[in-house]
Structure formats: structure tokens, C-alpha cells
């Protein structure tokens, strides 16, 4: 089992920045392709980046593509997500997740969750 744990959420104004960071315990050599996903009130849980073991291979969302920089630390298995130029929009409880096999959108391949830390932007 993996364990996954979010922090870094927060309030922060339209155009502020944020950093979120998710720790991995447990099998982490299980962990393998990491990502983050948000859910916003009344919506669906949606994919937002993923990386890859090496953190060479990084995948976003459209939206959030030049805003937003996934990274990882192996050594800490740690995962971050850089939130810059925040939106209204961005607004959503965001969740790490890990084990998936490959990078996809797709929230059941991914066996491992966190909690989730709440991200709230104010317009």
C-alpha cells in the first residue's frame, strides 16, 4: 500500500500563487507515475498533471498549461505542483494520486489517493 499525503492548499487571491505538496509513504516503490487531480464544488473529479518515475515526462490539462509546474523530488518522495497566475476557476479540493501504469486522465487507474487539500481563489 501507498499512503499519500497533501498540504500546501490554501486562500489566495486571483493571480496569486500556491505550492502544493504531496508525500508519499508506505510501498512507495509503488508509487511510480504520480499526479494531481481537483475537484470543484458540484463537479466532477477531474485530471489536472501527471509525472512521470524520472520526471521527465509531465502532462497537463489545457488549462493550466503555462500556470501550473508539476515537479517531484525521489528522494523525498515528494510530489509538488507549482500553482502560479491563479483563477476563480482553480478553485476545487485538489488530490494527489499514484500507481496508475501509465499517464492517463482516467480516475479509476489509479489505485492510490490522498485526501485531498482545499484550494480556494478569490476573485
Known amino acids: 500500500q501507498v499512503q499519500l499525503v497533501e498540504s500546501g492548499g490554501g486562500l489566495v487571491q486571483a493571480g496569486g500563487s500556491l505550492r502544493l505538496s504531496c508525500v508519499a509513504s508506505g510501498r512507495t516503490f509503488n508509487s511510480g507515475l504520480m499526479g494531481w487531480f481537483r475537484q470543484a464544488p458540484g463537479k466532477e473529479r477531474e485530471f489536472v498533471a501527471a509525472?512521470?518515475?524520472?520526471?521527465?515526462?509531465?502532462r497537463y490539462i489545457d488549462s493550466v498549461k503555462g500556470r501550473f509546474t508539476i515537479s517531484r523530488d525521489g528522494a523525498r518522495n515528494t510530489m509538488y505542483l507549482q500553482m502560479n497566475s491563479l483563477k476563480a476557476e482553480d478553485t476545487a479540493v485538489y488530490y494527489c494520486?499514484?500507481?496508475?501504469?501509465?499517464?492517463?486522465?482516467?480516475?479509476?487507474?489509479?489505485?492510490?489517493w490522498g485526501q485531498g487539500t482545499q484550494v480556494t481563489v478569490s476573485s
Open positions: 494520486a499514484s500507481g496508475a501504469l501509465s499517464i492517463t486522465t482516467t480516475l479509476h487507474t489509479w489505485p492510490y
Open positions: 509525472i512521470s518515475w524520472s520526471g521527465v515526462i509531465t
